[in-house]
């Protein structure tokens, strides 16, 4: 029950937040010109008469007060506005983005987690090893490589010498899960790989860090001096304490991998919903980004909760309520 | 720092310590760095390459390639492609349209490392400022920046880039805002800490006994402590700046063609990686080079400015000498606990990719 009004209680702050994102939103993009917008749309040879018609034509002479209760009223029916080219509704035009786009941050992130946890955890369990100094070397290419050049680095050096000898399970390009899984996962393999491998980099140092701290404290050399085996001691007694810190980082990477699947969508073209808002920023098309803002706001909320659990359910001390 | 290191290290110092010459922390710092090879070859490779983007214009006139002017006649082949590294005086080749790629990088790191060292700068001066205040005084400003930090630190940068992009188009300076707004806080909040445990020591007690004024404590007793850290973190943001300028190129938001910029070549090159490998590799190599540089020589710094860096150098040259009983030893020290948690081992700030 204590977990349920919780719930209801972040929810409704997460609810508040993305109102506030999206008025802010909506009051950045109105603070242009509307005739920039209009001329585009009309083309270069266009009449004054043409232009007030697009602008009409689009609602944006009404005052902006009424503009923006709309917008509200709108949004609250799931409604995003409609493409000033296509006229497609925007809320549908997402939605059939979103699959590339959730494909890709789930498969990326757990990637992410399991690579960076797990290399972390031999690192700081053989220190100074040569797994160890390889991880570290490693963890700092990661740190310092953008991650559209670690895609097109992907792109160049695997994608196209296998493509083209004849192996073709490796792909760019956006294939569903309907289409078999084979080709799904063959399609997905190197963006996953990209999206995980910056995040997996900063995961490996903190862990790794955080592990070896713990390491030292006094209440590991009382379990090893009980003679409990190594592996108890590490995945029992220090893991834990060591790794909720890092849990609580979670939610603040959320945003990061965000930026990252936008990347990626564009470096591997899988035509998710970043790739369609990149696109949108070129033509202008501010229902479309407005949109985007808006469900991104939406996902980082979400994500947030859901570490919040997470984070309660690993570290004893917390308590929801 | 002149009244702290060597005044009282020199009063309260053993008799036979008497005869080592006293040294500020940044020539013990310097000590220690120089003898680091990693971190040298890092400097190294960094000054290399801010010489590289100031004598750019030296090298366009030595090829007599301009970095915008396309040269068809000899800087595409027959089908209109790019000409591979060392083709009729292109060193490292020709681009998608026949213009000296060697010229167009060496312009790009002029991009690259004025956004990267500028923007820190300016996030540096504000962030210490700020810390600063924050620290010494407490109360609404130290609240308003930790709620602050928090939120800047969850926001998804790309998508702010996005918007604002689309709201006032791509530019120069647009991306140096945007770095600036995400990087002050962090550096803010590690002066705050540092601010936090300084105020308490004696000698700010005794400057305050002698009546001296809170602006007076914070810039002239308190800041030359902390430079050190600030500097370490300094090093660290200049390759996320880096990295995020590159990263909103690449995306067409920042710098816009035919302005060289390393992620807009990038982009561009991976449409041609197939017929011109070059074109992709080198652009992708001088950014990787900058950035690791850059990386390493902050590592170095952080590991040069920790006191407990110095016995692990000690404990290893005992291993030299002495062997395997020293080796133990060895291993006690080099697990010892992490870095000083004032400066984080990793830096937590939104420009990770």
Do not use: C
């Not at chain 1, 910056?198 to 006094?218: C, I, K, M, N, W």
């Not at chain 2, 995306?251 to 816009?256: A, F, N, R, T, W």
């Not at chain 2, 870095?339 to 939104?350: H, Y």
């Amino acid at each position: 029950m204590a977990l349920f009004g919780y719930l209801v209680r972040r929810v409704l702050t997460g609810i508040v937040v993305v109102w506030l994102v999206s008025t802010l939103a909506f009051f950045l993009f109105f603070a242009r010109p509307v005739m920039t917008v209009a001329r585009e749309l009309a083309g270069h040879a266009a009449t004054p008469q043409v232009i007030n018609e697009v602008i009409s034509n689009l609602g944006l002479n009404r005052p902006i007060m009424t503009q923006y209760w709309s917008f509200l009223d709108n949004l609250f029916h799931g409604n995003l506005g409609y493409s000033y080219f296509t006229q497609e509704p925007v809320d549908s035009m997402l939605r059939q983005d979103l699959p590339p786009t959730v494909s890709l941050v789930v498969g990326g992130t757990i990637l992410w987690l399991i690579v960076g946890f797990a290399v972390g955890i031999i690192s700081a369990t053989r220190a100074r090893s040569l797994f160890d100094r390889t991880a570290n070397v490693l963890v700092l290419i990661g740190l310092s490589m953008p991650v559209f050049v670690i895609g097109e680095l992907l792109v160049w050096l695997v994608f196209q010498p296998l493509y083209s000898h004849g192996f073709t399970w490796i792909n760019t390009g956006y294939a569903g899960p309907t289409s078999g899984l084979g080709p799904f996962f063959g399609h997905m393999l190197l963006p996953w790989i990209t999206l995980a491998a910056v995040q997996a980099a900063v995961y490996t140092r903190l862990s790794r860090g955080q592990l070896l701290e713990t390491l030292g404290e006094d209440y590991i050399r009382t379990a090893r001096a009980k003679g409990l085996s190594e592996r108890r001691v590490v995945f029992r007694h220090a893991m834990r304490a060591a790794l909720t810190p890092v849990v609580s980082q979670l939610g603040v990477d959320v945003g990061q991998l965000l930026g990252g699947v936008v990347v990626v969508e564009v470096v591997f073209g899988l035509g998710g919903v970043g790739q369609v808002s990149v696109q949108a920023v070129y033509q202008d098309n501010l229902p479309v980004i407005i949109g985007f803002v808006i469900i991104a706001a939406v996902f980082v909320v979400i994500a947030n909760i859901v570490v919040d659990l997470l984070y309660a359910a690993l570290d004893p001390r917390v308590r929801i309520v | 720092m002149t009244l702290t290191n060597v005044d009282v290290s020199a009063a309260t110092a053993e008799p036979e310590a008497k005869a080592v010459e006293g040294r500020s922390q940044w020539q013990l710092t310097w000590r220690r760095l120089r003898s680091d090879k990693v971190s040298m070859i890092a400097l190294v490779v960094i000054v290399i390459m801010v010489v590289l983007a100031i004598i750019a214009p030296v090298f366009a006139s030595i090829t007599g390639h301009a970095v915008n002017m396309a040269y068809p006649d000899t800087g595409e082949n027959a089908v209109g492609n790019p000409v591979p590294p060392g083709t009729n005086g292109f060193w490292l080749g020709t681009d998608s349209t026949g213009r000296d790629l060697l010229v167009r990088i060496l312009y790009g790191a002029r991009i690259s490392l004025f956004v990267g060292v500028v923007s820190t700068v300016i996030a540096a001066t504000l962030g210490v400022a700020i810390g600063l205040m924050a620290g010494y005084f407490g109360g609404l400003i130290d609240t308003l920046l930790a709620r602050f930090t928090d939120a800047v630190l969850a926001f998804p940068y790309v998508v702010l880039a996005i918007a604002l992009a689309a709201v006032f188009g791509p530019s120069l300076t647009l991306i140096m805002i945007m770095i600036t707004f995400f990087s002050w806080a962090g550096i803010a909040r590690i002066v705050r800490g540092q601010t936090l445990s300084i105020k308490e020591k004696e000698y700010i007690e005794a400057a305050r006994s002698l009546g001296a004024g809170p602006f007076r404590i914070m810039f002239i007793d308190i800041l030359p402590n902390l430079m050190a850290p600030v500097l370490v973190i300094s090093t660290l943001y200049i390759p996320n700046a880096i990295v995020f300028e590159s990263t909103l190129s690449f995306l067409g938001l920042g710098i816009q063609p035919p302005t060289a910029s390393w992620g807009n070549m990038l982009a561009d090159a991976s449409n041609f990686y197939q017929v011109a490998w070059w074109y992709l590799a080198f652009p992708a190599l001088f950014l990787l080079l900058t950035t690791l540089g850059f990386n390493l020589l902050g590592d170095g710094i952080r590991d040069a400015m920790d006191p407990r860096t110095e016995r692990l150098i000690a404990a290893r040259r005992m291993l030299k000498r002495r062997e395997k009983a020293a080796k133990q030893d060895l291993a006690r020290a080099a697990v010892g606990p992490g870095p000083d948690p004032a400066i984080p081992d990793t830096v937590r700030e939104p420009f990770g990719g």
